[in-house]
């Protein structure tokens, strides 16, 4: 089966930069959607970007789409955030996401947790 594990999380200061990796094992194909969502204490996970297709189609929260940029390594199964201009607003726990169907009606892949089935363990981001 499919797992999921994040890394490249840290304490960072406000302002800087940080890259989130996610590597894949198990099967996965450019066919499956991936994303990042996010937890902070206290709050609902949101979704904050997703990609399908390749690479081709993208997601992204209107609140991060200018900082973070997604983008999937497929010849190393892996599923990357860039994140620039951190805020202490940006402080939680960002999870690896997965899933073969998570395509919303507009054909982009979602940014609905809830669509996703397969999770990695998080990694921790303090800003």
């Known amino acids: 089966h499919v797992q999921l594990v994040e890394s490249g999380g840290g304490s960072v200061q406000a302002g800087g930069s940080l890259r989130l990796s996610c590597t894949a094992s198990g099967y996965t194909s450019s066919s499956f959607c991936m994303g990042w969502s996010r937890q902070a204490p206290g709050k609902e996970r949101e979704g904050i970007a997703a990609i399908w297709s390749a690479g081709i189609r993208v997601s992204y929260a209107d609140s991060e789409k200018d900082r973070f940029t997604i983008s999937r390594d497929t010849a190393k199964n892996s599923l990357l955030l860039q994140m620039s201009s951190l805020k202490p607003e940006d402080t939680a726990m960002y999870y690896c996401?997965?899933?073969?169907?998570?395509?919303?009606?507009?054909?982009?892949?979602?940014?609905?947790?809830?669509?996703?089935?397969?999770w990695g363990q998080g990694t921790q981001v303090t800003v």
């Open positions: 996401a997965a899933d073969p169907r998570a395509v919303a009606d507009s054909g982009l892949p979602t940014l609905r947790s809830e669509w996703y089935r397969i």
